[in-house]
């Protein structure tokens, strides 16, 4: 669904996080998309950056499970699902935006997720599992970066090294909104 990014303002959610770097997932929570080492991956980040996961799944309670086990609920949080139509407006006013496939078929290894065009479409550079098409779109065309599947250390790296670079971050915000137009 396009949306005009002209108009592009973050919306009531954003303000609970005030203060932080948000870095969000919007989908399902299925087996096979990288889920678990992404919850895993706030271990190796400071208490500033949250990860803000919106959606549902049949691993959603494993998902809560292991922010309990870890002692992560001030890192990770859980935020009911939109409709489909309103995601890149709920996008809007993060930081970064998680893509995450691992390449356990056929399917997760040549994604083209959605998830990752609607972040483009909200100004939120995009952190991806190294696939090939993502790695085509959001590396090639220096909008985010892309980390090491199912590779929660790497993943947190990568995150670090963005928001280490406020300027820089901004400049991949800025790209992602002019190849949204």
């Known amino acids: 669904l396009y949306v005009d990014t002209n108009h592009l303002k973050p919306l009531a959610w954003v303000r609970q996080f005030s203060g932080r770097t948000i870095v969000l997932h919007q989908g399902r929570y299925v087996e096979g998309r990288g889920l678990r080492e992404a919850v ?3 271990r190796y980040l400071p208490d500033n950056v949250v990860l ?20 992560l609920h001030r890192r990770v949080v ?3 699902p939109v409709p489909m139509n309103e995601l890149v407006l709920n996008a809007v006013g993060a930081h970064l935006g998680l ?12 994604a083209a997720p959605n998830k990752m065009f609607e972040y483009i479409m909200a100004g ?3 952190v ?4 090939p098409y993502a790695r085509e779109i ?12 199912g590779d929660s250390q790497d993943m947190a790296k990568v995150i670090l090294n963005l928001i ?9 915000s800025s790209k992602c909104l002019m190849q949204a137009k």
Do not use: C, M, W
């Not at 995450?100 to 290894?109: K, W």
């Not at 985010?144 to 599947?149: A, R, Y």
């Open 52 to 71: 803000v996961f919106r959606g549902y799944g049949p691993i959603e309670s494993e998902l809560r499970q292991v922010v309990a086990s870890h002692d």
């Open 124 to 126: 939120v550079p995009p």
């Open 128 to 131: 991806s599992s190294d696939i």
């Open 138 to 149: 959001v590396v090639e065309n220096s909008l985010g970066n892309v980390f090491k599947p």
């Open 99 to 110: 893509v995450l496939y691992t390449p356990v078929n056929y399917n997760n290894l040549y």
């Open 78 to 80: 859980f935020l009911s």
């Open 40 to 42: 895993l991956s706030a």
């Open 164 to 172: 280490g670079n406020p300027d820089h971050l901004q400049l991949l």
